[in-house]
């Protein structure tokens, strides 16, 4: 008779007990952007946006250098409309024929610059609020209140900041 050959023993990995407890608690670190504490946010709603040349500046006509630079000639603001000067932040509407009016053109939800007079409105584009030519007041939202106005002086077909 042979002898049994020698049981098998069995083999005891041990090697690999301690170190995937190791991996674990390292997996476990060096994540830094979970939870509600994030300050991820969108762009500043008090960017302008971009200036679009609704408006060429107005002809410098021949007048005399020291006297204050006229802001438009009546004739280029348009009856039952306006026009929007960016650079002075300055709208001037003509609601009705030789009646003129000047608004701040800086919106007063969000501080935008309106951009355009139509339909009776002074239009900002931001975010949609609209402001009638006659006196500023909000005619649609979001804006919560009227253009203030700005004082304008009218002499000679002339319209300048007062
Ligand atoms: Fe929001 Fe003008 S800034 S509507």
């Known amino acids: 008779m042979t002898p049994h050959p020698m049981p098998r023993r069995r083999t005891v990995l041990r090697a690999g007990a301690g170190s995937v407890a190791a991996s674990a608690l390292v997996a476990g670190c060096g994540s830094d952007d979970d939870g509600p504490g994030g300050t991820a946010r969108s762009a500043s709603p008090s960017t302008p946006p971009a200036a679009s040349p609704s408006t060429p500046p107005a002809a410098s006509p021949s007048s005399p250098a020291a006297a204050p630079s006229p802001l438009a000639r009546t004739a280029d603001i348009p009856v039952g409309g306006g026009t929007v000067f960016e650079d002075e932040k300055v709208v001037v509407t003509q609601p009705v024929a030789g009646e003129f009016k000047a608004f701040s053109a800086v919106c007063t939800h969000q501080g935008c610059t309106v951009a355009k007079v139509a339909d009776g409105t002074i239009d900002c584009p931001c975010h949609g609020s609209k402001y009638r030519i006659a006196d500023g007041s909000v005619a649609a939202g ?3 209140r009227p ?9 000679a077909g002339t319209i300048t900041l007062a």
């Open 142 to 144: 979001p804006a919560p």
């Open 147 to 155: 253009l203030p106005e700005e004082r304008i002086k009218v002499s």
